[in-house]
């Protein structure tokens, strides 16, 4: 249900899990073990741990902004840390990754003008393109409203 909140936390490098297929209580017990605050739309989840936090909002600018104003430092910059698919870390590639990638790659991409990030667990390629302009514009939009 936070599906698309989870990778925009990515998106600003936060080491974010997200589960499906799982029990309340694993839930819980996930992230107690794993030190996380576990975030959910479920208001009886809610009230069952001490640091499960409920998003209320159904609308992702209205999440981004409850996230924001319960803990300020978080970033609104895009990092390119974090895969925003599997949350692995991100590492800046080689040229024999670029060569490698070929024609999947954009020219500028391909012929380097523009680093280009692998992701360490599942390989997916990342680089700054128009896809990070707009979630770069939308994230500091966001931060300049006012919040919910």
Excluded at 52 to 69: D, K, N
Excluded at 80 to 93: E, K, S, Y
Excluded at 126 to 143: D, F, I
Aim: hydrophobic share 35%; with cysteine; net charge positive.
């Amino acid at each position: 249900m936070l599906g698309r909140l989870a990778r925009y936390l990515r998106f600003v490098g936060c080491d974010t899990v997200y589960v499906r297929g799982t029990t309340d209580d694993q839930l819980l017990e996930r992230a107690r073990d794993e030190h996380r605050v576990l975030l959910t739309r479920d208001r009886e989840l809610s009230r069952r741990g001490p640091n499960v936090f409920l998003v209320g909002s159904p609308v992702l600018r209205e999440q981004w902004q409850a996230i924001r104003a319960a803990w300020p430092e978080l970033p609104v910059e895009p990092s390119f840390d974090r895969c925003t698919r599997c949350n692995g870390r991100l590492a800046l590639t080689t040229p024999a990754d670029r060569k490698e990638a070929g024609e999947t790659l954009p020219p500028s991409v391909r012929r380097g003008d523009v680093p280009l990030y692998a992701c360490r667990s599942c390989g997916h390629l990342y680089w700054e393109g128009s896809h990070t302009a707009r979630v770069r514009a939308q994230l500091l939009a966001w931060a300049r409203e006012p919040g919910p």
